[in-house]
């Protein structure tokens, strides 16, 4: 049997809060009801975790830790105060630990069903380490990280730099050999949460947040959230201590902006969509910026980035771009636009300062300027363009480039596989949005009510207008509805459920990415189009237009079509597949390559990037199996191409690596594939490979293709092994700046 044990790192000294583990925080079973009391208890909550340690210093001031350890039942083992890595290796010695979870006692809402779910992906994964903050996509205060005992002791005995001794984990995060996963987190706006005691406004946050927890049990990190929604005035405490934000990236690194709004009556529909796509260049090493109204500023309060937001009330477009420009340092290389009232006039203010212009649209309606146009709308062809776009504009059409969450393709696999083998329909969920300006939650509630569905989840925001009437109608249906405010993990609520009742906009792509079929009621004019090809294809079932028709006859047809599908298994599992088949969730990765700047090849050329997609298969197979790729490639085992198409199947399927065809001229020229291994200091770091299409040897591609993946990732650490006799490829990369480094590799962007 494998040992997993948690060792919780504790000390008194602190610089900024001395002493701050020790601290009072609200009554706790069997202990004082101190900070360490609390990450000790979570800890000990976990499934998988067999034992839990305190590693500590030998200094003398830790005896008051030793104590407080002893008294709450913890192991304890003391060692090197400068050392923590020597510490570490020497508490999972002591405990005799086969696998190592190591958490931070100055984080006493440490999640243990987050923390489980990260020792179990280590094991299922198969690999040496795995964390839940390659990206950090929690709130900040819920980090955790796993790693085998074997991992760690190698760690101990190579590392020899006085950061990676201090902070434990770093070689084993950054080591070109060390195999990684990471569990993926909910996000924005969860990710601005700060949960960490490190100042005294940190100790006033949970001061007043603990009273508010239920005491006889552990909150996990939603209903922390539902909490914490209530009580806007709470995270206000410490919000000016969070980290991240454009400001903590070098003045070098690009500029991304987006023109977004959210209030009560717009939603967050466009917010959100926006942090989906913000949030993956963030991990990339964009500098990202808000640029919302004041009235947008009110309503998002503390989910924004630190130092990220640009007040754009003014409406001249020429004042607006001034106030962007100057907030970026002077030049901005992005413009992303989600607003449906965003005027043409800041798009060609901004194009005209030298941005790249990408417009989020689905009404195809508004002249544009954008170099990029994003429409996850089905069936809608360029050509509806051609009277409000330029030539040259490109475009990403149809539900697979809807900009998700990366929360929803890390679960499509699982939660698919679920769904293709449900035999009944048990469990409901609603979900109208955050604010639900409408109502439809009352409504799908009612229609729910007269049926004998005892599993009825409700995600709604703390914001939304009709709350207070949806929590009286669901306590009048006693144990059957699970209300949930304002849930971060939007992915996983949805994976226990078997149905899903909502509206047609932006969430319709994040059901059919995981294959859940749906019950849609409209509840906006501009949703009526993706209402009625979503039905076209097979994926959901229509239940009336809350702006046409009368709520009773929109509740008769959700019970309806309920009990039709109830009734027909066939036809629940024809409308999985076809959600399926709308959206793979890989659109933020689409749109990322389509906003790189092109590249010059020798001959002058642009050469841009685009995805990869399983129609590339024979291509890239034809690439690979030519002689002149062969000849130095790492792995000269043959292949078929039905083994390619396997690999290719997962590859494009995993969310993670970046599989990406250079195009010159309008034809293919060669790709380069960035495979992630995981992120060090928060800088992403990929394995580097890549080839030029036979025939375009000598034009320059691998250079435009390497400097390609630079913008692309201004911020993350490429790694490249290439052979000692391929002089070619060592030419190019050292010509692109990447040093070779003592573990053999070829470094660019981290250190060597």
């Known amino acids: 049997m494998t040992k997993t044990v948690a060792i919780i790192q504790a000390r008194f000294g602190s610089t900024r809060l001395p002493g701050k583990v020790l601290k009072p925080l609200g009554s706790i079973s069997g202990g004082q009801g101190i900070v360490l009391d609390h990450a000790i208890r979570r800890c000990r909550a976990i499934p998988s975790v067999d034992a839990v340690v305190i590693a500590t210093t030998d200094r003398e001031e830790d005896g008051a830790i030793v104590a407080a350890a002893e008294r709450a039942g913890a192991q304890v083992h003391r060692g090197s105060a400068e050392d923590v890595l020597s510490r570490y290796a020497g508490a999972a010695r002591r405990a005799d630990a086969d696998v190592v979870l190591r958490v931070t006692s100055d984080c006493p809402l440490i999640d243990p069903g987050i923390c489980d779910r990260v020792i179990r992906l280590r094991a299922e994964a198969g690999v040496d380490y795995a964390a839940n903050n390659m990206p950090r996509l929690y709130p900040h205060g819920l980090d955790c990280e796993v790693f085998t005992r074997e991992g760690l002791e190698r760690a101990d005995k190579v590392a020899t730099a006085p950061y990676d001794r201090e902070h434990v984990t770093p070689w084993l995060r950054r080591a070109a050999d060390v195999t990684r996963a990471s569990l993926i987190g909910p996000g924005w706006p969860a990710v601005q949460q700060r949960w960490t005691l490190d100042f005294p406004e940190d100790y006033d946050f949970f001061a007043a947040l603990f009273p508010l927890l239920p005491q006889g049990r552990i909150a996990g990190m939603d209903e922390v959230l539902g909490v914490l929604a209530e009580h806007p005035e709470i995270v206000a405490i410490n919000a000016h201590r969070r980290i991240g934000g454009p400001t903590a990236k070098p003045s070098s690194a690009p500029a991304a902006v987006f023109r977004f709004e959210a209030d009560q009556k717009t939603g967050f529909g466009h917010a959100m969509r926006s942090n989906a796509f913000a949030t993956l ?8 910026f808000w640029a919302i109204s004041e009235s947008s500023i009110a309503f998002l309060r503390e989910s924004a980035p630190p130092g990220a937001v640009i007040d754009v009330t003014e409406p001249a477009a020429e004042a607006q771009a001034a106030k962007i420009l100057r907030a970026c340092g002077g030049s901005c290389d ?4 989600d607003h449906y009232c965003a005027t043409l006039d800041l798009e060609t203010a901004m194009s005209a300062r030298g941005a790249t212009v990408a417009v989020f649209d689905d009404l195809i309606e508004a002249q544009s300027d954008a170099d990029v146009i994003l429409n996850p709308a089905p069936n809608i062809a360029s050509e509806a363009y051609g009277a409000i776009a330029r030539p040259e504009t490109r475009f990403l059409l149809g539900p697979d480039n809807a900009v998700l969450r990366a929360q929803f393709p890390a679960m499509r696999t699982s939660v698919a596989a679920r769904i293709a083998e449900r035999r009944r329909i048990g469990r409901v969920l609603i979900a109208f949005g955050g604010t639900d300006p409408v109502n439809g939650t009352g409504i799908a509630l009612g229609a729910l009510e ?10 709604l925001g703390a914001k939304a207008v009709y709350l207070d009437a949806v929590r009286e109608q669901a306590a009048r249906m006693g144990g059957r509805v699970n209300l949930m405010l304002d849930v971060a993990e939007v992915a996983a609520a949805m994976a226990r459920a078997d149905l899903v009742i909502g509206a047609p906009g932006t969430g319709t792509w994040e059901r059919a990415c995981l294959g859940l079929p749906s019950l849609l009621v409209v509840i906006a004019a501009n949703q009526k189009i993706n209402a009625e090809t979503v039905v076209a294809r097979g994926a959901a079932l229509v239940c009336g237009s809350l702006g046409t028709d009368p709520e009773d ?3 008769a047809s959700l019970r309806a079509s309920l009990e039709r599908l109830r009734n027909d298994p066939a ?13 793979d969730g890989r659109g933020s990765l689409r749109l990322a390559a389509a906003v790189v700047p092109a590249m010059r090849l020798k001959d002058g050329t642009p050469l841009v990037l685009r995805l990869a997609e399983m129609d590339d298969a024979r291509l890239l197979y034809d690439w690979q199996q030519a002689p002149e790729t062969r000849r130095y490639a790492l792995n000269q085992n043959p292949f078929s191409f039905d083994d390619h198409c396997r690999w290719l199947t997962a590859k494009l399927a995993n969310g993670r690596d970046l599989l990406l065809i250079g195009e010159a001229g309008g034809k293919p020229a060669g790709f380069i594939r960035l495979d992630w291994f995981g992120a060090d200091k928060d800088r992403t770091q990929y394995l580097v490979s890549i080839a030029a299409a036979p025939g375009q040897h000598g034009r320059g591609v691998g250079t435009a293709l390497l400097n390609a993946a630079r913008a692309l990732a201004p911020g993350a650490h490429f790694y490249a092994q290439v052979l000692a006799q391929n002089a070619a490829s060592l030419a190019l990369f050292r010509g692109c700046g990447y040093a070779l480094g003592p573990d053999g590799y070829y470094h660019s962007g981290g250190e060597v």
Not at 334 to 337: C, P
């Open 281 to 288: 260049l963030d991990q990339l090493g964009w500098r990202v």
């Open 450 to 459: 007269a049926t004998d569905i005892q599993e009825i989840d409700v995600i």
């Open 334 to 337: 992005l413009l992303v636009v």
């Open 571 to 583: 036809l629940y599992h024809h409308m999985h597949e076809a959600a399926l088949a709308l959206s």
């Open 553 to 555: 006859k929109v509740a």
